[in-house]
């Protein structure tokens, strides 16, 4: 009971301490134009166009405790901490997303030299779960022909799970596929133009981890 109860505030104070973080940020964004303000009005209005960023912020965290929430305190710190890896609840578990650009050259199925601290996080996020397997899925943009896309996702899923083992993760638990640009998170062409901000989204390698 003790330990529940002292993991819980630990929880807790690690939500607190990020939404605490968030909050100064996004006031610190703004103190420029505070202090330009030429009366009380302009700052008064300045603050009221503060009040939904810091209502996103506090949404945002509510959302990543939510899709974190079975794992254990000190994943769940690496996954807040690490600003590459996103996080979402899914029917299969939590769900672990990096952008492929943050781990891989334009095209190329090597990891960079950048990735390595961020795929250090998710091998000490897998190591921290006691059992079940863990789908490590490339995903591609829709550049591209459907066949090299699928061929290029399933490297570059390869190329993760080699990294993991490399790290201590036990090579029978981690299952690669590639998935290509069959399951886009975002829009590739908005109105028939390209959009890339989307392409970049969809470009991703996702960690499913076992509920």
Excluded: W
């Amino acid at each position: 009971m003790l330990t529940k109860l002292s993991v819980g505030l630990a929880d807790k104070l690690m939500t607190a301490q990020r939404l605490a973080i968030q909050v100064l940020a996004a006031v610190a964004l703004c103190m420029p134009a505070l202090a330009a303000a030429q009366d009380d009005d302009d700052r008064g209005q300045y603050i009221l166009e503060l009040v939904p960023q810091i209502r996103d912020l506090i949404a945002a965290d509510s959302d990543l405790d939510a899709a974190t929430s079975g794992l254990s305190a000190s994943a769940r710190q690496l996954v807040a901490s690490n600003s590459d890896i996103a996080a979402r609840a899914s029917d299969k578990g939590t769900v672990l997303s990096v952008a492929s650009d943050v781990l891989f050259a334009f095209d190329r199925a090597t990891l960079s030299a950048k990735a390595q601290s961020t795929l250090q996080d998710i091998a000490a996020i897998v190591a921290d779960i006691p059992a079940g397997s863990v789908k490590v899925i490339g995903h591609t943009d829709s550049v591209g022909g459907v066949d090299y896309n699928k061929t290029l996702s399933a490297a570059r899923a390869e190329a993760v799970v080699a990294f993991l083992v490399a790290h201590g993760v036990d090579a029978s638990r981690l299952a690669p596929a590639g998935h290509g640009e069959t399951e886009p998170v975002a829009e590739n062409e908005i109105n028939g133009k390209d959009n890339p901000p989307g392409r970049a989204r969809n470009r991703r390698v996702e960690f499913v981890l076992p509920k």
